[in-house]
């Protein structure tokens, strides 16, 4: 919005000829997001507190979780709040691949509103039904792609990390991809929310990263010399990044242990689909596996303790998603989530390699 209010406006105010730059609006789209999280915060706990929107605990969970029961959740609603936003102030909205990005976010905030509202309303944790949360992610996600290769110079060339001579054209079967790496990433995000400030730190991380690499995407003489795939507008994402890693960043401030908030499914599945699809349009899909390698670990942990589980009678880890493991084993809480930063930071740092070692 004050993109296309001010930079018209350069001719007479040279000035304003910094809002061309997308580095600028994506430095201010992130204190804009930290402001408005550190300005809302307060009365976001404030207002769910009256409302008695409490944390509902799995009896079946560890027991150092009981203590947390009425904790205000649904904190999601503020980080999604200061993502729309600053992306809206700060972005060119005329960019289609912005408004694709923000339609799969709120999209995936509404299904975890949905699932959060059933949780306080009868007070239980079950939620929306697993088949019901998965079809409407496979239809926004599956949407999403058909806007991607219908209404956009969008190609469905597929890059694969390390191998820049292996470009495989998927055709409409890319739609397939998309719905594996956008309803993948929201719910293994959302499995990752356990602890205080466990899941939102990996976020800041990851959206850090691909605020990077949508800029390399979008700047033309950088994405030839890097031989990566260029995909002209995308650099746009980066001020949509940098809202997300301002707003994790206030979020965190209320979310870090001892938690004053959680965020919910409203949050984690909007962040976790925030950045599915940002790696989908900027080309770097399998990348998110590494950048995102902490939620892989968590949503294969689940994975296979159901799987030995069933096959075999038996469980691998004490609890699952993996970070219910290592408390069970007597790590305190602010160990865990610590270390599990360390490790994203880490897999962060080897997705950036990929970029020269190619």
Known sequence: MLYHLLFPLH???????????ITFRTIYATITALLLAFMLGPWVIER??????????????????????????????????CIVLPTLLWADLTNAYVWIALFVTMGFAAIGFADDYKKIKYKNSDGLSARGKLAWQILISVGAGVLLLMYTDYTSVLAVPFFKTVTPELGWFYLMLVL???????????????????????VIVASGTYLLLAYLAGNARLAEYLQISGVPGAGELSIMCGAMVGAGLGFLWFNTYPAQVFMGDVGSLSLGGALGIIAVIVKQELVLVIVGGLFV????SVIVQVASFRL????VFRMAPLHHHFELKGWPEPKIIVRFWIVSIVLALVALSTLKLR
């Open 48 to 81: 769910l507190s009256k409302l008695q929107i409490g944390q509902t605990i799995r009896k079946v969970g560890p027991e150092s979780h009981f203590k947390k029961e009425g904790t205000p959740t649904m904190g999601g609603t503020l980080i999604v709040m």
């Open 180 to 202: 594996v790496v956008v309803v993948g990433a929201g719910n293994a995000v959302n499995l990752t929310d356990g602890l205080d400030g466990l899941a939102i730190g990996p």
């Open 312 to 315: 075999c009678g038996r469980r």
């Open 297 to 300: 670990m968590e949503a294969l």
């Open 11 to 21: 001719t007479d105010f040279s000035a304003l000829y910094v809002f061309r730059f």
